[in-house]
């Protein structure tokens, strides 16, 4: 196959680790006979230095003629401090989420047995846990109108808007995906509060009575939160509005051991979107420390999700969990002797091609 890719590196981390997802499906390119090409745009704060522009639109174009893109990571700490400032880095990534009309963001979290005891949680607790986040990404209160601030300056408000249309389509979505699981799902919502949470509630049981087997429960954003320390195996497939999933997924990462590990894959209208969900760890930026692993994962995600090409999806996991097993880690999951980023790069690579 020619398979297309976008590769947006964006800022912090973002190039190192995107450098090492390059090689792992440029292996995998090589072992099943595909023909990657490779095409770079500007995203960010690095888009904003040399244009001014943290989504330009060549890089709009590109993303909508390439099979799919691979994103690394957004943000710079810059800009963090400045509440006043007009152009920020994050004004890219969801421009760019709403452009390409990027509905649906999967996370999966699942641990790896060899990995148990890194997570701060009790083995007996995140043993086994293997579920899906699907959060809605180009709604509520992100993207809600109005939102800004008084004339005074004194008074600033956001809008958490949804439509109908917005919930049937993410919820089903996620109903398609419980049925080729358990057929469980949970629609995480604040009800008991909000009136967007009330339309969740009435679509998501319409939606859920055309899909025969599906056992669909709900509850509340507060208690979801604690149910996922304390019980996460009770979840298989967990939906939820924009602010949420983004709350609860960084939550859920944890289970896992480290945020490093979980990639993601964001969906909908036009050309998917692949990244790790960890953001751009400016202090790391440059060391060659940082995590590729979840950025490599959201690779394995692309070949399966954009590609259907299941078998190279699979043989990025196998080799992703045998570095794990022969302890090539980086220091966020190895303390003493740590690999480097292009270290764990070159081994999954490496493992590929020879296996
Ligand atoms: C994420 C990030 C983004 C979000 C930021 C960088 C705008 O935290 O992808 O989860 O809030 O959606
Ligand atoms: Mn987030």
Redesign the pocket.
Known sequence: MNLNIAVLSGDGIGPEIIEQAKKTILAIGKKFNHNITFKTGLVGAIAIDKTGNPLPPETLELCKSSDAVLFGA??DPKYDNDPKAKVIP?QG??AMRKELGLFA?VRPVKTFASLVDKSPLKKEIVNGVDLVMIRE?TGGI?FGKPQGRSEDGKTAYDTCVYSSFEVERIVRMACELAMKRSGKITVVDKANVLATSRLWRETAVEIAKKFQGIKMDFMFVDNAAMQLILNPGRFDVIVTE?MFG?IL??EASVLTGSMGLLP?ASVGLSTSLY?P?H?SYPQAAGKNIANPLATILSAAMMFEMSFSLMKEGKAIRDSVEESIKAGILTEDLKKENPSSTSEVGDWVAEYIRKN
């Open positions: 957004i943000g994050e990534l969801l963001n990404l992100y924009n983004d997924s960084d993601s990244e969900i953001g």
